[in-house]
């Protein structure tokens, strides 16, 4: 029963690390917002705002073709927080459903009923913040998608992407969807191994961000260089915006890293 009740406090802690965390979720939006700069997203920020604020149907299309393309629902965060407690997909979930029912064999009609009403609101409360969570990741790779789908239409066709055939917005939707997959955080594309040690109990959930944060930075440079030396002009510009973007980023990065260590009198000794 102890070893059920450690592996419980675990599984919950991991929890509290992430979805339930408010510093996680700040460090959500801004590690969202740095792949957005690096990729130089912000040119196409109001098309994807009237889409969503003044065309219902059209903004319905978008997030069905996102889903269709598995972009949304992909959060580093939620993909490795559901590898922890899906059924039978971690040793952690296996242990907690065993206590569970113990648990459960272990209280009277009464208590249960008690227990059954305030998991029911629990859930509620978790569902929501876990849905926020999601949804900070999401926002970025619609605008993301709306924006690579703009760019890449004017490239390929000289069109923009409202003005594409059926099939013309097949291909765009295709190759914007791999771009953005390929270029900000995404569970499914973490390697197999990385998500194995996810699960391991003295390992936390922050194992998959860092790995996959190193292959979105190498996927973005590779992309910007291959749209540079494309012989297309429009994905030239694309590229070089990228490729400001990301510079740009790593500027800031370095510049804010430098002033935080100064104020917090890091490099008094070196005066």
């Not at 939620?78 to 272990?106: N, V």
């Not at 040690?197 to 930075?217: D, I, M």
Request: no cysteine; aromatic share 12%.
């Amino acid at each position: 029963m102890q070893r059920m009740l450690a592996v419980k406090f675990l599984g919950w802690t991991r929890k509290l690390k992430t979805v339930y965390n408010p510093a996680t979720h700040v460090k959500n939006i801004i590690g969202n917002a740095g792949f957005f700069v690096s990729n130089g997203h912000w040119n196409y920020m109001d098309t994807a705002w009237k889409l969503a604020k003044n065309n219902p149907k059209e903004f319905e299309e978008l997030m069905s073709v996102l889903r269709r393309q598995s972009v949304l629902n992909s959060s580093v965060g939620m993909g490795e927080l559901r590898s922890y407690f899906d059924k039978h997909e971690s040793i952690d979930d296996f242990l907690q459903s065993t206590f569970e029912k113990a648990e459960e064999k272990s209280t009277n009609g009464k208590t249960k009923e008690q227990i059954t009403r305030i998991k029911r609101s629990a859930g509620k409360v978790t569902k929501a913040i876990e849905d926020a969570y999601q949804m900070e990741d999401d926002i970025f790779k619609i605008v993301a998608f709306v924006n690579e789908s703009n760019r890449y239409a004017k490239a390929r066709f000289s069109k923009e992407y409202a003005k594409l055939t059926p099939g013309q917005k097949a291909q765009i939707d295709a190759e914007s969807a791999e771009i953005v997959k390929n270029t900000y955080p995404t569970f499914s594309r973490a390697p197999k191994f990385v998500k194995s040690l996810s699960k391991g109990l003295l390992l936390g959930n922050f194992l998959t961000f860092p790995v996959e944060s190193v292959r979105v930075s190498y996927n973005t440079l590779k992309l910007a260089k291959d749209e540079i030396n494309s012989g297309n002009p429009e994905l030239k510009k694309v590229g070089i915006s990228r490729l400001v973007g990301t510079l740009a980023y790593n500027g800031i990065f370095s510049a804010l890293s430098y002033y935080f260590s100064m104020a917090g009198g890091r490099y008094r000794d070196w005066e």
